[in-house]
């Protein structure tokens, strides 16, 4: 990015901030154990992300916060393979019971946490989650997992489109190349949601009396 | 990028052709005049996209496929702002009626060719694109338009998501800043869409008996 | 319905009630010209639920709810024509500036609140509403307008399916024909939402201080 | 339904026909164990209605029809708990492994026919069933299942909505009571489906050569 560049968001009036909002929701996108090893889908910055949301998690679970966390999972037979699996075959490799697709055990889903099987890139595509956060009254929701560049930011543009407030933990989502992480954080801290590192998170939320 | 960022997608199995199917389509994503000039949301090298695209919108209609036409769309009392409009703010001034929000006289809609009206970034969200392609039998769809790192992304994910095979007609898409748009192609590349020019679509179609 | 049907609900668990949340909002659905005028598309009971409807607009602007109207739009060269235009093509007559398509004079939404523009049956699908609810927190959504046994009924299910606690305002819906009234009315009480005339929402709520 | 209620039906020009498109697909909705029992779901014509869909389940794998069948699967912990499930507690019995949740045996998913599990009413809501039908290029849904005035009411809205042609397959349909059956075929066959019976479809359909 040049200054040039910087400077023609700021004439668009880009960049400005949708805020925290009154009730927060945390999403982990896609932290299981086939986007943690760099033979499969991991590698870059991805093992210091999930360092950072073992913490991020621990503090929504302490707030009290609605957790959902994404698997994609496929059927074993690939019957519902489609457009995404064309481009990127090996994803049918992350089935039901695939160890590949299982959460990290460093993050196991706590009982009413919601566990959200998806086949495409976003966290609401076909998924239930926009219900699940409308029935607990969320307004703001806060994006961790994995990768910045794919299944984050696409759920960044949905939960926005969805017309949530939206954070990225900056320090929380990761991915298998650095460059492609820093072009995402630029393109959705200008458009579609705020950039926060986990401290300015918890230190933006009020304290639960 | 670095030479080994390259190589983790490719050692990832990203990367894969989706293909050109029986039954394309055209989509062309928020060419108005708002992002057609640098004052307000254009600049980079949205110009010759939009010169480009004329030649491939007449290819597109001598082909007979289906086209569809992007705006955004406000409510002139701003009644239906929300989370992309705390981001971006100057969005609410495309209004029906306002000169920025019209679509460009070079590419004017024809009789039967759809308008979609939206207020996100995806042609697709909350909008009747889907279904219109669906009554159409269309398997394929090529996007053009702007911004590459926006409207156009999106539109592409979600043309993914939906199982339609997606091609970004690469001159045919334009960004404000050349860094996004170079980041935003290499993404779409890898995971969602084969990324082809005006000539190479050209190139990839019978000839119509 | 005989005594033994009614039975067969009450023994397989349906029919609970999912009540009043903390946060309603009110949609009042297709009370347009067209479907207030026999001629076109209206008949039955839909005038005596046009005059309750205008009270529990009254209700609901005086308790600050969010409220949202919808209109049946298709494009003027029937562009968007599609699988409903083909079961009643005269839907297609109900363009933006048509009078059948205007929002009755008595029902004039007032700033700030949404109208949506629709194509299809139910009030969410293809459309903002859900994004502009979620946006004002609401949880809970209070239903009128027509047809009861059309996009009444439509609005209803998807409500409910984005996790909506519903209520259907008895006697703010109305249909051409009392029978399939009477009929959505059982099903939605059984399955999707509460029953309640506008006089037991008005005493469900609390008095705002 | 007086004879009042059908003129004002007719008049205003709905019940028109749909027809039969080019590629046909077929979806057998919430023929699970529960949904045949009457001491769970089931009851009515729901037994007759199992039988025929054999013949027509048999009839569309010999078209080569993509077949896709539908079962109502909620998480163990009901952590997905949401509207639905206030209004109707026992759907939170179906879950992965409950018997009253499988498909029934002689309507087995063969390899290849998509299954796919749903919270809501709708064999789309928040399901791959668009996308992957999509895919597939149809263009006209056949609906068979359970039960009338509920999921198969709920999914041919949707396929209507979409932009499928949509077809009940009105003898393959069956509810817990009788009433609401006769009701939702009404509704259905004059706004967003055309009736006919499994023999019909069948003579409907040109000989594959």
Redesign the interface.
Known sequence: ??E??HE??AR????????MG??PALVIVDFVVGFAD?A??G??NIAPAIAETVKLLAFARAQGWPVAHTRVVY?D?G??A???T?????LLKLTETSPLSQILPELTPA?????VRK????AF????L??????R?V?TLIVAGCTT??CV??TV??????????IVATDCVGD?????HE??L??MG????DLMTHAQISASVRPRN
Do not use: C
């Open positions: 990015m040049t040039t560049d023609i968001y668009q009036g880009m960049g400005q901030t949708s805020g009154e009730a760099p499969h889908f590698g870059g059927a037979d019957s519902d489609g457009a995404f064309l481009k990127a075959p090996s009982p009413g946490e919601l566990v086949r495409g890139a976003s595509f076909d998924t239930p926009k219900g699940w956060l409308t029935f009254r307004d560049s794919g930011r696409a543009v949905d939960s926005m489109q969805h017309d949530f407030r939206t298998r190349a650095l460059a492609p072009a995402n630029f393109d200008q458009k579609y949601a």
